[in-house]
Every structure is written in C-alpha cells, then in structure tokens.
C-alpha cells in the first residue's frame, strides 16, 4: 500500500438488512449516490482523511459515540453541496483488526417529514429514535 494518507483505509463492512432498510424509500440521485459510495467503499475501503467524527452526544439527543460520518456524493465538493452522508461505526473484526460498519444513510440535515441520517443512525444503533 502506498505510503502517505491514502495508506490510512480500513474496510468497510455491509448489513444486507441494515443496507435494505437504510435505503428504503430513497430514488434518482440520493439512491444513487448510495449505490455508487457503497462500491467504491466495498472495492477500496474508506480513506480515514474523508471521514468526520459524529458528536458522541448530539444537542438533537443523538448518541453517536465511536461512529464518523462521511458525506456523499464521494469527491471533493464542498460539504453544502453533499446533502447526504453515511454513518460509520468503529469496530474490530473476529481477527482483532479495525473496519467499520455501515450504520445509515440519508439527509444530513433534517426537514418537515424528514429525519437526519443521525437520528436514523440513533435509531439503528439504540432501537429507537431520540427523545
């Protein structure tokens, strides 16, 4: 592996039930951007410089300690320009190594019948969503 920042990736790992239900209900771009960022992670890992750490306590009551964001569409767009994001948590693997496991994805920011991928990631990482 070449040595610098792009050596800094770990794998990626799918939930084909977490997967299906974090997509649900999505279409056109937002579907995807998804489809698209899951290819490339599966295929390449994640780069640890593109990643984000999620607010272990969040002032919208999420609890989101040990997980990291990554915004999509993937490239180098400024963050106003990538509406979506998914939500990755720290793991380690049966051999002891670090991945990270893919918890949500959705609108970064919530609206009128919307809820954000952090309130989505909550829900799927407490069973319920914040109260």
């Not at 990291?68 to 994001?85: N, Q, W």
């Amino acid at each position: 592996m070449p040595e610098g920042r792009s050596a800094h990736r770990l794998p990626v790992r799918f939930d084909e039930a977490v997967w299906r239900d974090a997509i649900r209900g999505f279409s056109g771009e937002a579907l995807q951007s998804a489809l698209n960022a899951r290819a490339e992670l599966e295929r390449s890992g994640v780069a640890l410089a593109t990643l984000l750490p999620c607010d272990a306590q969040g002032v919208d009551k999420t609890e989101l300690a040990g997980c990291a964001k990554l915004y999509l569409p993937l490239g180098d767009r400024p963050p106003s320009e990538r509406t979506f994001a998914f939500v990755l948590q720290l793991v380690r693997d049966i051999e002891g190594k670090l991945a990270w496991d893919f918890v949500a994805f959705g609108r970064r920011h919530s609206g009128p019948g919307v809820r954000s991928v952090y309130h989505r990631s909550h829900r799927q990482l407490h069973g319920r969503f914040p109260q």
